[in-house]
């Protein structure tokens, strides 16, 4: 099994900047994985989830949709099993729930994705 726990959401006005963190934990992405990937996605109200960013623990190259590229970064700690999205320049239609995820492949899909966390709420507005 795998925990997933994210953190750093909040309330920003348009053009600032947050920093989401998620914790893993768990057996299971040393014993069900020998690379593994971690994804965020966001869920609006309304709308369907959809990948944000996502990297592989095999070899740090990472994936952006392109709503976000040159804004967002995601980072891994493979040693404290902790990824990170930076998130810059925020705009209103980046507002919502963010969720980590872990999986085999580095997709933005979320149907690829094997263990979720609780997700953590992004509110964007002046």
């Known amino acids: 099994q795998v925990q997933l726990v994210e953190s750093g959401g909040g309330s920003v006005q348009p053009g600032g900047s947050l920093r989401l963190s998620c914790a893993g934990s768990g057996s299971g992405l040393s014993s069900d994985y020998r690379y593994y990937a971690v994804g965020w996605f966001r869920q609006a109200p309304g709308k369907e989830r959809e990948g944000v960013a996502c990297?592989?623990?095999?070899?740090?190259?990472?994936v952006y949709d392109d709503s976000v590229k040159g804004r967002f970064t995601i980072s891994l700690d493979n040693a404290k099993k902790i990824t990170y999205l930076q998130m810059n320049s925020l705009k209103s239609e980046d507002a919502g729930v963010y969720y980590c995820?872990?999986?085999?492949?580095?997709?933005?899909?979320?149907?690829?994705?094997?263990?979720w966390g609780q997700g953590t709420q992004v509110a964007v507005s002046s």
């Open positions: 990297m592989s623990s095999a070899d740090g190259v990472t």
């Open positions: 995820a872990v999986g085999r492949w580095r997709l933005l899909d979320p149907n690829q994705y094997d263990y």
